[in-house]
Protein backbone atom coordinates (compact mmCIF):
# COMPACT_ATOMS: atom_id res chain seq x y z
CA UNK A 1 0.00 0.00 0.00
CA UNK A 2 1.50 3.48 -0.80
CA UNK A 3 0.53 6.23 1.43
CA UNK A 4 -2.70 8.24 0.86
CA UNK A 5 -3.93 11.29 2.61
CA UNK A 6 -3.13 12.66 5.78
CA UNK A 7 -5.41 13.64 8.06
CA UNK A 8 -4.17 16.42 10.68
CA UNK A 9 -6.61 15.48 13.44
CA UNK A 10 -10.50 14.81 14.20
CA UNK A 11 -12.47 17.44 12.67
CA UNK A 12 -15.25 17.11 15.94
CA UNK A 13 -12.16 17.84 18.40
CA UNK A 14 -11.18 20.94 18.01
CA UNK A 15 -8.67 20.42 20.58
CA UNK A 16 -7.08 16.97 19.40
CA UNK A 17 -3.77 17.36 17.97
CA UNK A 18 -2.94 13.94 16.87
CA UNK A 19 -2.46 13.37 13.48
CA UNK A 20 -3.81 10.19 11.15
CA UNK A 21 -2.31 8.97 8.48
CA UNK A 22 -4.14 6.37 5.43
CA UNK A 23 -2.98 4.22 2.68
CA UNK A 24 -4.20 3.05 -0.77
CA UNK A 25 -3.51 0.35 -2.43
CA UNK A 26 -4.34 0.70 -6.39
CA UNK A 27 -4.23 -2.86 -7.15
CA UNK A 28 -7.23 -3.58 -4.93
CA UNK A 29 -8.72 -0.35 -4.91
CA UNK A 30 -8.97 -0.59 -0.84
CA UNK A 31 -7.44 2.25 1.51
CA UNK A 32 -7.14 1.81 5.48
CA UNK A 33 -5.79 3.57 8.27
CA UNK A 34 -2.74 3.16 9.96
CA UNK A 35 -1.51 2.13 12.55
CA UNK A 36 -5.01 0.82 13.87
CA UNK A 37 -6.80 2.56 16.85
CA UNK A 38 -7.02 0.09 19.58
CA UNK A 39 -10.63 -0.73 20.52
CA UNK A 40 -10.74 2.11 23.61
CA UNK A 41 -9.62 4.49 20.69
CA UNK A 42 -12.16 3.61 18.77
CA UNK A 43 -14.93 4.10 21.49
CA UNK A 44 -13.57 7.41 22.36
CA UNK A 45 -13.72 8.29 18.89
CA UNK A 46 -17.68 8.28 19.29
CA UNK A 47 -17.77 9.97 22.61
CA UNK A 48 -19.18 13.28 21.42
CA UNK A 49 -22.29 14.25 19.29
CA UNK A 50 -22.15 12.16 16.70
CA UNK A 51 -25.13 12.13 14.43
CA UNK A 52 -26.83 8.44 15.38
CA UNK A 53 -27.16 10.00 18.52
CA UNK A 54 -30.24 12.30 17.30
CA UNK A 55 -33.83 11.27 16.08
CA UNK A 56 -34.56 13.29 14.48
CA UNK A 57 -31.07 13.50 12.02
CA UNK A 58 -32.53 13.25 8.31
CA UNK A 59 -34.81 15.85 8.31
CA UNK A 60 -34.87 18.23 5.44
CA UNK A 61 -33.53 21.62 5.93
CA UNK A 62 -35.07 25.12 4.18
CA UNK A 63 -33.36 26.04 1.09
CA UNK A 64 -32.56 29.35 -1.10
CA UNK A 65 -34.01 29.57 -4.27
CA UNK A 66 -30.18 29.17 -5.80
CA UNK A 67 -29.87 26.15 -3.53
CA UNK A 68 -32.77 24.64 -4.93
CA UNK A 69 -31.85 25.28 -8.54
CA UNK A 70 -28.69 23.73 -7.98
CA UNK A 71 -30.51 20.56 -6.26
CA UNK A 72 -32.85 20.26 -9.07
CA UNK A 73 -30.54 19.95 -11.56
CA UNK A 74 -28.03 17.62 -9.69
CA UNK A 75 -31.77 15.56 -8.84
CA UNK A 76 -32.13 15.71 -12.68
CA UNK A 77 -28.72 14.16 -13.28
CA UNK A 78 -29.38 11.56 -10.69
CA UNK A 79 -30.06 8.60 -12.66
CA UNK A 80 -30.34 6.19 -9.72
CA UNK A 81 -33.04 8.49 -7.73
CA UNK A 82 -32.84 8.59 -4.38
CA UNK A 83 -35.75 7.02 -2.49
CA UNK A 84 -37.81 7.78 0.87
CA UNK A 85 -35.89 3.52 1.70
CA UNK A 86 -33.46 2.27 -0.77
CA UNK A 87 -33.57 -1.10 0.98
CA UNK A 88 -37.47 -1.09 0.37
CA UNK A 89 -36.77 -2.17 -3.28
CA UNK A 90 -33.89 -4.54 -2.53
CA UNK A 91 -36.02 -6.60 0.91
CA UNK A 92 -39.38 -6.03 -1.30
CA UNK A 93 -41.97 -9.16 -0.93
CA UNK A 94 -42.89 -11.24 2.10
CA UNK A 95 -41.44 -10.96 5.49
CA UNK A 96 -37.79 -11.35 6.30
CA UNK A 97 -35.45 -12.05 9.44
CA UNK A 98 -33.49 -10.03 9.07
CA UNK A 99 -30.37 -8.97 11.53
CA UNK A 100 -29.12 -5.88 10.96
CA UNK A 101 -25.47 -4.88 12.51
CA UNK A 102 -24.78 -1.34 13.36
CA UNK A 103 -28.01 0.07 13.64
CA UNK A 104 -27.25 3.13 14.89
CA UNK A 105 -30.44 5.17 16.33
CA UNK A 106 -32.40 2.31 14.26
CA UNK A 107 -34.16 4.79 11.57
CA UNK A 108 -33.19 2.21 8.72
CA UNK A 109 -34.43 -0.83 10.91
CA UNK A 110 -37.58 1.18 11.75
CA UNK A 111 -38.41 1.08 8.36
CA UNK A 112 -37.73 -2.16 7.81
CA UNK A 113 -39.82 -3.79 10.38
CA UNK A 114 -42.61 -1.27 9.17
CA UNK A 115 -42.22 -3.30 5.66
CA UNK A 116 -43.52 -6.28 7.41
CA UNK A 117 -39.81 -7.72 8.69
CA UNK A 118 -38.73 -8.75 11.79
CA UNK A 119 -35.24 -7.59 12.72
CA UNK A 120 -32.81 -7.91 15.28
CA UNK A 121 -30.29 -5.34 16.01
CA UNK A 122 -27.00 -5.11 17.10
CA UNK A 123 -25.31 -1.87 17.72
CA UNK A 124 -22.33 -0.70 20.19
CA UNK A 125 -22.92 2.94 20.53
CA UNK A 126 -24.83 2.86 23.93
CA UNK A 127 -26.37 6.36 22.94
CA UNK A 128 -27.83 5.37 19.93
CA UNK A 129 -28.58 2.21 21.19
CA UNK A 130 -31.12 3.96 23.72
CA UNK A 131 -32.67 5.83 20.80
CA UNK A 132 -33.19 2.65 19.04
CA UNK A 133 -34.65 1.08 21.41
CA UNK A 134 -37.45 3.89 22.36
CA UNK A 135 -38.12 3.30 18.47
CA UNK A 136 -39.82 -0.42 20.03
CA UNK A 137 -36.93 -2.76 18.69
CA UNK A 138 -34.86 -5.54 19.62
CA UNK A 139 -30.94 -4.25 20.00
CA UNK A 140 -28.20 -6.31 21.53
CA UNK A 141 -24.95 -4.46 22.49
CA UNK A 142 -21.79 -5.44 20.27
CA UNK A 143 -20.31 -5.30 16.89
CA UNK A 144 -19.43 -7.14 13.36
CA UNK A 145 -16.55 -8.79 14.69
CA UNK A 146 -17.74 -9.50 18.28
CA UNK A 147 -21.33 -10.52 17.80
CA UNK A 148 -23.57 -10.42 21.18
CA UNK A 149 -24.13 -14.00 22.31
CA UNK A 150 -27.75 -13.70 22.11
CA UNK A 151 -27.17 -14.20 18.23
CA UNK A 152 -25.29 -17.68 18.83
CA UNK A 153 -26.86 -19.88 16.85
CA UNK A 154 -29.07 -17.89 15.27
CA UNK A 155 -29.85 -17.77 11.37
CA UNK A 156 -31.16 -14.93 9.47
CA UNK A 157 -32.43 -14.54 5.07
CA UNK A 158 -30.78 -11.24 5.34
CA UNK A 159 -27.96 -9.51 6.70
CA UNK A 160 -27.83 -5.57 6.72
CA UNK A 161 -24.46 -3.20 7.46
CA UNK A 162 -25.61 0.07 5.99
CA UNK A 163 -21.96 2.39 6.48
CA UNK A 164 -20.86 0.16 9.12
CA UNK A 165 -18.02 -1.77 7.13
CA UNK A 166 -16.02 1.45 7.28
CA UNK A 167 -15.87 1.91 11.09
CA UNK A 168 -14.52 -2.19 11.40
CA UNK A 169 -11.04 -2.83 12.64
CA UNK A 170 -11.06 -6.45 11.39
CA UNK A 171 -13.00 -6.79 8.28
CA UNK A 172 -12.51 -9.98 7.61
CA UNK A 173 -13.91 -10.97 11.09
CA UNK A 174 -16.50 -9.11 10.48
CA UNK A 175 -17.30 -10.47 7.19
CA UNK A 176 -17.16 -14.01 8.50
CA UNK A 177 -19.38 -13.75 11.14
CA UNK A 178 -22.00 -12.19 8.41
CA UNK A 179 -21.35 -15.60 6.75
CA UNK A 180 -22.02 -17.60 10.17
CA UNK A 181 -25.59 -15.57 10.46
CA UNK A 182 -26.47 -16.05 7.06
CA UNK A 183 -28.99 -19.20 6.13
CA UNK A 184 -28.31 -21.07 3.09
CA UNK A 185 -28.79 -18.91 0.18
CA UNK A 186 -28.93 -15.74 2.37
CA UNK A 187 -28.63 -12.58 1.53
CA UNK A 188 -25.86 -9.73 2.50
CA UNK A 189 -27.07 -6.29 1.94
CA UNK A 190 -23.79 -3.91 2.90
CA UNK A 191 -23.77 -0.02 1.68
CA UNK A 192 -20.02 1.68 2.46
CA UNK A 193 -18.82 4.75 1.01
CA UNK A 194 -17.21 4.93 -1.74
CA UNK A 195 -13.97 6.07 -2.04
CA UNK A 196 -13.29 5.90 -6.06
CA UNK A 197 -15.87 9.05 -6.71
CA UNK A 198 -14.71 12.19 -8.01
CA UNK A 199 -16.23 14.22 -4.85
CA UNK A 200 -13.29 12.83 -3.16
CA UNK A 201 -9.91 13.69 -5.26
CA UNK A 202 -11.40 17.12 -5.08
CA UNK A 203 -12.24 17.53 -1.10
CA UNK A 204 -9.79 15.39 -0.37
CA UNK A 205 -9.69 14.73 3.77
CA UNK A 206 -12.34 17.56 4.26
CA UNK A 207 -14.65 14.41 2.10
CA UNK A 208 -18.17 14.51 4.37
CA UNK A 209 -17.73 10.36 3.93
CA UNK A 210 -13.99 10.09 5.10
CA UNK A 211 -14.48 11.17 8.58
CA UNK A 212 -11.18 9.92 10.11
CA UNK A 213 -10.44 8.32 12.61
CA UNK A 214 -14.08 6.85 12.68
CA UNK A 215 -13.52 5.72 9.35
CA UNK A 216 -10.88 3.01 9.25
CA UNK A 217 -11.26 1.71 5.99
CA UNK A 218 -12.09 2.67 2.78
CA UNK A 219 -13.96 0.62 -0.06
CA UNK A 220 -14.64 0.66 -3.65
CA UNK A 221 -16.80 -1.70 -5.49
CA UNK A 222 -13.83 -4.09 -6.08
CA UNK A 223 -12.71 -3.90 -2.70
CA UNK A 224 -16.11 -4.84 -1.72
CA UNK A 225 -16.38 -7.80 -4.17
CA UNK A 226 -13.21 -9.45 -3.21
CA UNK A 227 -14.24 -9.39 0.60
CA UNK A 228 -17.41 -11.13 -0.39
CA UNK A 229 -15.78 -13.51 -2.35
CA UNK A 230 -13.46 -14.81 0.20
CA UNK A 231 -16.08 -15.39 2.29
CA UNK A 232 -17.83 -17.11 -0.47
CA UNK A 233 -20.67 -14.72 -0.95
CA UNK A 234 -21.87 -14.27 -4.20
CA UNK A 235 -22.06 -10.48 -5.44
CA UNK A 236 -25.56 -10.48 -7.58
CA UNK A 237 -26.49 -6.54 -7.87
CA UNK A 238 -24.35 -3.52 -7.01
CA UNK A 239 -26.20 -0.16 -6.52
CA UNK A 240 -24.92 3.52 -6.79
CA UNK A 241 -26.60 5.73 -4.46
CA UNK A 242 -26.09 8.78 -3.43
CA UNK A 243 -25.35 12.04 -5.96
CA UNK A 244 -27.41 15.15 -5.83
CA UNK A 245 -26.97 15.45 -2.02
CA UNK A 246 -23.50 15.93 -2.36
CA UNK A 247 -24.75 18.94 -3.99
CA UNK A 248 -27.09 19.81 -1.71
CA UNK A 249 -26.78 22.64 1.04
CA UNK A 250 -26.75 20.54 4.15
CA UNK A 251 -23.45 18.49 2.33
CA UNK A 252 -21.46 21.39 1.24
CA UNK A 253 -21.91 23.02 4.55
CA UNK A 254 -20.88 20.32 6.40
CA UNK A 255 -17.61 19.70 4.05
CA UNK A 256 -17.17 23.75 4.72
CA UNK A 257 -16.87 23.16 8.61
CA UNK A 258 -14.99 19.92 8.02
CA UNK A 259 -12.16 21.95 6.14
CA UNK A 260 -12.20 25.02 7.99
CA UNK A 261 -11.03 22.30 11.33
CA UNK A 262 -8.35 20.82 8.97
CA UNK A 263 -6.76 24.11 7.90
CA UNK A 264 -6.86 25.29 10.72
CA UNK A 265 -4.54 22.30 11.90
CA UNK A 266 -1.88 22.59 8.67
CA UNK A 267 -4.13 20.55 6.19
CA UNK A 268 -3.91 22.94 3.27
CA UNK A 269 -3.41 20.43 0.16
CA UNK A 270 -7.22 21.50 -0.81
CA UNK A 271 -9.23 24.01 -2.17
CA UNK A 272 -11.38 25.87 0.09
CA UNK A 273 -14.90 24.66 -0.15
CA UNK A 274 -17.78 26.75 -1.25
CA UNK A 275 -21.46 26.75 -2.95
CA UNK A 276 -19.50 27.86 -6.31
CA UNK A 277 -17.33 24.03 -5.76
CA UNK A 278 -20.40 22.75 -5.18
CA UNK A 279 -21.33 24.19 -8.89
CA UNK A 280 -18.18 22.95 -10.15
CA UNK A 281 -18.39 19.35 -8.88
CA UNK A 282 -21.92 19.46 -10.69
CA UNK A 283 -20.53 20.47 -13.89
CA UNK A 284 -17.49 17.95 -13.67
CA UNK A 285 -19.84 15.03 -12.61
CA UNK A 286 -23.47 15.50 -14.51
CA UNK A 287 -22.33 12.85 -16.53
CA UNK A 288 -19.86 10.68 -14.88
CA UNK A 289 -19.80 7.00 -14.99
CA UNK A 290 -21.58 5.51 -11.63
CA UNK A 291 -18.49 4.41 -10.00
CA UNK A 292 -17.09 8.33 -10.29
CA UNK A 293 -20.44 9.79 -9.58
CA UNK A 294 -21.87 8.48 -6.81
CA UNK A 295 -21.02 8.99 -3.27
CA UNK A 296 -22.00 5.25 -1.50
CA UNK A 297 -22.10 1.58 -3.20
CA UNK A 298 -24.35 -0.90 -2.18
CA UNK A 299 -23.63 -4.42 -3.04
CA UNK A 300 -26.44 -7.53 -2.51
CA UNK A 301 -24.35 -10.91 -2.19
CA UNK A 302 -26.27 -14.42 -1.74
CA UNK A 303 -24.22 -16.87 0.61
CA UNK A 304 -23.07 -20.14 -1.72
Given at each position: ?75 RADRRKPTPDALADVLSGPPLRICEIGCGNG ?198
Open positions: MRPWLRVPGDWRRPDERAAYLTYWCDRCAFGMLHPSPTPDEVARAYDLDYYTHDPHWGRPRRRTLEQRVREHLAWLAAGRMRDLGHHLTCVEIDPAARAIARERGLDVHEGTAERLPAALDGRRFDVVVMIHVLEHCVDPVAAMANVARLLEPSGRFVCEVPNNACRALERSGPAWAWFDVPRHLLFFSERSLRGLCGAQRLHVEEVRYTGYYRQIAEPWVDEEQRIHDALYARGSNGFARNSARRAWGLLARTAFAPAARKYDSVMIVARAT
